[in-house]
């Protein structure tokens, strides 16, 4: 796919017609299908992505378990790469398209570069530091002091605000790597907010009641 003036009218981060020109010069638009691995884990990133649309998925493993960290979303890149490509170091999470995506590849080597000489892009970085480290902290905040229960239905009820229906396509292993637990204390959980006429389970899909 060829990157245009349209694409980048589309996401409308940059302001600066030079940087503009030099993202155009420099930049690749790319695209994934679902379940696609953008980054990987314990790799050197090269390049960070942008993404333009769909979303992508950040997540570590640990033990065989994923732990998710945060989803990157229209108009926004991931910190873990952005991290590694300022120290040089490998890529402490992996970054998987949850969807059919569309990313803006930027190479790492014009990161600080254009850092230093464009306004927009400096805010741009800050803003993402600033964002996921809000985000990162209230995820702390939830595992430390909430009960797993009470997380699941958070996660289900956010899921649901962000849809058109009260259905959450998701399988109970797909949700416990969600939230950083086990299948079986998932499966426990949406039994009893079964019981509990909170939730109907159906194949593949959680609905909230």
């Given at each position: ?28 638009i ?6 696609d ?84 892009w ?88």
């Amino acid at each position: 796919m060829t990157l245009t003036i349209d694409i980048l009218n589309k996401i409308n981060l940059f302001t600066e017609p030079k940087l503009r020109e030099e993202i155009l010069a420099n930049c690749q638009i790319k695209a994934f299908k679902k379940g696609d691995v953008i980054v990987r884990e314990g790799q050197f990133v090269k390049v960070v992505p942008i993404v333009v649309s769909g979303i992508i998925r950040v997540f570590q493993t640990k033990q065989d378990r994923e732990i998710l960290l945060y989803y990157v979303e229209p108009k926004q890149t991931c910190m873990m790469s952005l991290s590694a490509c300022f120290f040089n170091n490998e890529s402490p999470s992996q970054a998987v398209a949850v969807d059919k995506t569309e990313v803006l590849i930027v190479p790492t080597r014009l990161i600080t570069k254009w850092q230093k000489e464009y306004a927009s892009w400096n805010q741009f970085v800050i803003r993402t530091f600033r964002n996921r480290y809000d985000e990162l902290l209230n995820t702390f905040e939830s595992v430390a002091f909430n009960q797993i229960d009470k997380r699941v239905m958070e996660y289900l009820e956010c899921r649901v605000s962000r849809q058109e229906d009260k259905k959450v396509k998701i399988s109970h292993l797909e949700l416990a790597n969600e939230l950083g637990t086990t299948r079986v204390v998932i499966s426990r959980i949406l039994k009893q907010f079964e019981l509990d006429r909170k939730v109907k389970l159906n194949r593949g899909a959680i609905e909230l009641l």
